[in-house]
């Protein structure tokens, strides 16, 4: 069984994942020792490949940059830090400042400017994809120091948004 430290906007939660039979999508996840059924629709694809999954019937689109440092959910933009239990020793955190898109879409705000101070998770631009608005955040505290995209813009995955320092 995989065992993880799973924090979310600093709450963190005992994870450990337990596959109903070998090479299912089907996992009995115990969340703080509580089961919950989860279907990946890609058991092996890295994370940043999964853009959806099914849990206790109800399916979710998934947003989350490849390091695993934010996912944006229905309900918004999250920090994740994951940490293995098994190795104790936390994921390093990428700093190079540079927030990409996640998905394709359409910039309808730009909520900030080159110079401004900004704090992590602090919106930086709206992104709307889907019929969805999503708040793209700071990954942490700095000064921007570039912004790269203007309000009514279409951007594509991974393009630069917004540079932190």
């Not at 440092?69 to 994740?80: A, E, F, K, M, Q």
């Amino acid at each position: 069984m995989n065992s993880f430290i799973v924090t979310i906007d600093d709450h963190a939660y005992n994870v450990e994942l337990k596959p109903v039979a070998p090479g299912s999508e089907a996992y009995t996840a115990f969340i703080d020792g509580q089961p919950v059924a989860v279907t990946l629709p890609q058991p092996g694809a890295p994370v940043s490949e999964l853009e959806w999954l099914i849990i206790d019937n109800r399916p979710y689109e998934i947003v989350s940059d490849p390091g695993l440092r934010w996912i944006n959910l229905y309900d918004g933009s999250h920090t994740v830090e994951v940490q293995d239990s098994n190795q104790r020793v936390a994921r390093p955190r990428s700093g190079d400042g540079r927030v990409k898109a996640p998905i394709p879409g359409l910039i309808t705000r730009v909520l900030v400017e080159p110079g401004a101070a900004v704090r992590a998770d602090q919106p930086l631009v709206i992104l709307e994809a889907m019929k969805m608005e999503n708040e793209i955040r700071a990954p942490f505290d700095g000064v921007v120091s570039s912004v790269s995209v203007a309000g009514g813009q279409t951007v594509i995955r991974n393009q630069v948004l917004v540079e932190v320092q």
